[in-house]
């Protein structure tokens, strides 16, 4: 199964060195274990556009879906056996990046 660990942040989105190096650990852990599917970190959200073209005008509009004060700052998308394995991992994704985690599953087909 796959699942999508995201970060949760409300600070400036970026790690220190020391959370780096962390994460860098633990990415290398991944793929090793062969969990790994990707990884990236995600522009803040006054950085993103919100594109709508359902109608007959599309819209593009400045800033976030969400204007609360967390927000998605990356994600983990790894291959894991079943929910408990993706928990225990996203428990170790939040100890290494010093935020929290939200785990979702993929829909699969």
């Known amino acids: 199964m796959r699942f999508v660990l995201s970060v949760i942040d409300h600070q400036t989105g970026i790690?220190?060195?020391e959370e780096m190096a962390a994460i860098g650990a633990f990415n290398?852990?991944?793929?090793?274990?062969g969990s790994w599917v990707m990884?990236?970190?995600?522009?803040?959200?006054?950085?993103?556009?919100?594109?709508?073209?359902r109608g007959e005008t599309p819209d593009v509009s400045p800033g976030?879906?969400?204007?609360?004060?967390?927000?998605?700052?990356?994600?983990?998308i790894i291959?894991?056996?079943g929910l408990d394995d993706a928990v225990a991992l996203a428990m170790e994704a939040s100890t290494h990046c010093r935020r929290r985690v939200e785990v979702r599953a993929f829909l699969e087909t």
């Open 15 to 17: 790690a220190t060195a």
């Open 28 to 33: 290398a852990r991944l793929v090793a274990e």
């Open 39 to 53: 990884a990236a970190g995600l522009a803040a959200p006054n950085e993103s556009l919100l594109v709508d073209a």
């Open 64 to 76: 976030p879906l969400h204007h609360g004060s967390e927000y998605i700052s990356g994600f983990w």
């Open 79 to 81: 291959e894991s056996p």
